[in-house]
């Protein structure tokens, strides 16, 4: 039966762009939209070359992400579902950025299969829109919302970025009360990073948050989002009760997943592979990988803890251990008691799990556990 079959995801990368935000170091193109048939028919091609591997997969979650995937006519991701053998109640994501799409367009990925959205909003206020380069301002994204409800889309999710270029904490919390009152089911709040190979590296903008206020603003976040019926299940994630995000949760947990596309990474068989980051290359041979690496024990562990620690609940100690046939509280006692004393995480017989104050400093605690593993 079908439903006996391993459940898997698949992430599809779409690299097109009108623009190029100023804080992006996602690989994407702007002015390549000539390329947008070849690069179709080179990913029908990667799929289809991968069908050995995907016979007895079926997949239970499918991401399309860029990039600006909503630039792309629905006709060409109506052909690449179709190569998927997807199950009924998948979720299908789609990201989409405000001022490129309309009603239309957003029935149309309706019809196709789409069921769930992730929409850029990344703040409401148009000035800071402007630096960023971004090329919606707050009202589109209003509209964008509004129109994908009334196209029959339940499952929305807008990604949120804090510590913007002269964002203060009362800006910060109107973002969130606006996003809030569209009454949508999943926020996504990230902290601004200066990435090498933005606009933003190489020309630093001025008024940037400092860390103390940009840590003011992420625990408003929690506090805001809870109060309003948010449940914080990882470190950067909110949802309404039942719509965490569940192709996100796949990596987070581990799972394997398999990606297509340019710059398109893929976990299968232990073994995590990169694709082309050039687009041209990409297209003229799909198939070639740019890099693979099978991990050894150690470095599936690493990961495993790494992953397992941004999900609020933690880590499940019986659950680790079955899947990776280590005590995790035995073998990391040291650490782990470290970290208790120091106030970031809390563990009991069931579990291991940051701390709010945890998750501040979640890059130490990693390390830590990375440091010790490697003994």
Known sequence: MASERPL???????????????????????????????????LEQEISISQRDLTD???STVYIGGGTPSLIDGFFYEKILSLLNIKDSAETTIEVNPGTVSREYLNTLKSIGFNRLSIGVQCFDNEILKVLNRPHTAGDAIKTVQDAKNAGFDNISVDLIYGLPGQTLHGWKDTLYQAINLDIKHISAYGLKIEEDTEFFRNL????????????????????????????????????????????????????????????????????????????????????????????????????IFMGLRLRKGIEFSEFEKNYS????????????????????NFDDRQLRLTEKGILLSNDVFADFLDYTAR
Not at 284 to 290: R, S, W
Not at 330 to 340: A, N
């Open 57 to 59: 997969k079926i997949f």
């Open 205 to 304: 903008p001025k008024n940037l948050p400092d860390d103390e206020l940009a840590a003011e603003m992420y625990l408003n976040s929690i506090e805001i989002l809870k109060i309003n019926g948010f449940e914080h299940y990882e470190i950067s994630n909110f949802a309404r009760p039942g719509f965490e995000s569940r192709h996100n949760l796949a990596y987070w947990k581990n799972k394997e997943y398999f990606g297509f596309g340019v710059a398109a990474h893929g976990y299968v068989n232990r073994v995590r592979y990169e694709n082309s980051i050039d687009l041209q290359s990409y297209i003229n041979n799909p198939i070639e990988k740019e890099s693979k690496k099978e991990l050894n024990p150690r470095e599936i562990i690493e990961e495993a």
């Open 326 to 345: 280590v005590n995790l509280r035995e073998k990391y006692r040291e650490v782990i008691e470290k970290h208790v004393n120091r106030g970031l995480v």
């Open 8 to 42: 898997n995801s698949i992430y599809i990368h779409i690299p097109f762009c009108k623009n190029k935000c100023y804080y992006c170091n996602f690989v994407s193109y702007t002015n390549k939209q000539h390329l947008i048939q070849d690069y179709f028919r080179a």
